[in-house]
């Protein structure tokens, strides 16, 4: 008898599950829309039905233990989806106890980052460490916490929002509300904001300026730095110093052993690694110098999310053992 | 047979200790000179002698279950005193093993402010907290973190260094030497470079321009705010500006139920913690504001020291159950 788990990533436009072994392996997965479903009921409907015929696919041989799940504003201690601004679904969708009644096996939810820090843990770069970051770098900027070998998911269940430590508080418009927050610095969506404040005020050419703000991409800045181009080069010193000296005030709060980057800035390598680390060393408490390592994290490809999502399963039996034992 | 702990606190000049029951009662405190012995030896013949006596003293009724010592540097991991600057002894002092040969209990050591977090959570107002942190506003800015029940040290013991983020990289210099750390702003020392700061830019008259640098203290401040001061009245709301901006930044990180502040400039009550409030707000992350407290330490007292040291072996014991079990 195989153990497994099933991870799940809901996305604005689709949801995206696996089937996962504790080596880490994605033995099948799937997809179902979310976008087209208004009702939240017709969405559970159809996701509940797509993983029961995975199941019925795999056979006899497996034995499933339980489900998690990676959603924006996913909330742990209530297994709900709370107001997520990227869903249509409005209210509290009590998600855990759904999957827990239909399943009759133990459900965990919790956010993309957070399930990215467990996915690290369990599967990933982390699997021998007790204190790291994980710091997700997609649209905005995410991060986990994992600390005496246990997440972080705080009083009300929000900790890690490191993407709203604030840079300057009267520098760039953020999503939250606020000005200045990191994740207008350092995400996809923050080093594109820089390269266009760079074609304002500079007068070097670059490939860059042919391209629109709604066309350019992470991707795009990487390659015109590799060919030398001055202002995608700029660009990545730059969000290169922010996360730097902003990691510097981090890492005196927990004492990580590592902090992993994670996503599509974290794939421009040396570009963003290099001034990354430099400026948090200069920028670090002299007693924290050359202790904390900035690594890429080892779950860098597509099923990343899903990954994320089914570790939360193991981690769970892992810290509640008696939970194994309750007959189903 | 009534349980006790003994907390020792080791400061420059002075170590103070006492013996502690669950409750928090100092059944019975002394003291002897830290600065007169050259030789660690020597100054621990003397310590040790002075708890047997004390110990002695209290009869049989009485059953010591651990050492908790609270030092600067103090390593939880390693349990030693390394390289401290306020005391003389050279090296690496392997504390808690002496303490251990010599009694034959569990010995626990940890910094001042990791001591005073565990004492909030033991004998203070954390008692039924799971993620909170202790300030400590003394010379410097000390903090501990507790997330999930537990005290984070980190992953090299040095966990909680708040008093040395950011607030500006070409501000103030520290002892630590990085500039502009929060606890030169933050902190007996800091409030007292304001108020020379605003002595120097302003030119409202001000009682504190009779005062020395050197003589100047932070109850001076607070009792010249209290009768109106213009100067001390705006160096409580620029200290406090500057801690509220950077706890809304620290919140993120943990999401604490409550932010303790401990120590003198704590005492001044409205004064400092109005301001932090205020200011910690209007930082925040939407979705943190109205949920995070800041209040005072219930361990305002002199025994406090010697309290966040007994609490480390309360706290211990609870967490490591079976050590309790393993014959003496």
Redesign the interface.
Known sequence: MREVTIGIDIGGTNTKFGIVDKEGHVITQGSISTAKHEEFRDYFKELAGALRKSLNELGSDYKLLGIGVGAANGNYYKGTIERATNLKWKGIIPLADMFREEFDIPAIITNDANAAAVGEMVYGAAKK???FIVITLGTGLGSG?V??G?L???????????G???VN?AGRYCN???RG?LETYVSATGIKRTVYKLLADHLEPSELRGISFDNLNTKMITECAIRGDDVALAAFEYTGRILG?KL???V??????AIFLFGGLSLAGDLIFKPTIRHMEA?L????RG?IKVLPSALQNQAAPILGASSLVWNYLENEPSRRMIPS
């Open positions: 460490m007790k204190d916490f600390a005496n246990q972080l998911n705080g009083k009300h269940g929000i900790a890690g929002e490191l709203h430590t604030s508080p939250c509300g606020k927050c000296m510097a005030d981090t005196v709060h927990t004492d990580p052993e920028n408490m002299p007693l924290f202790k």
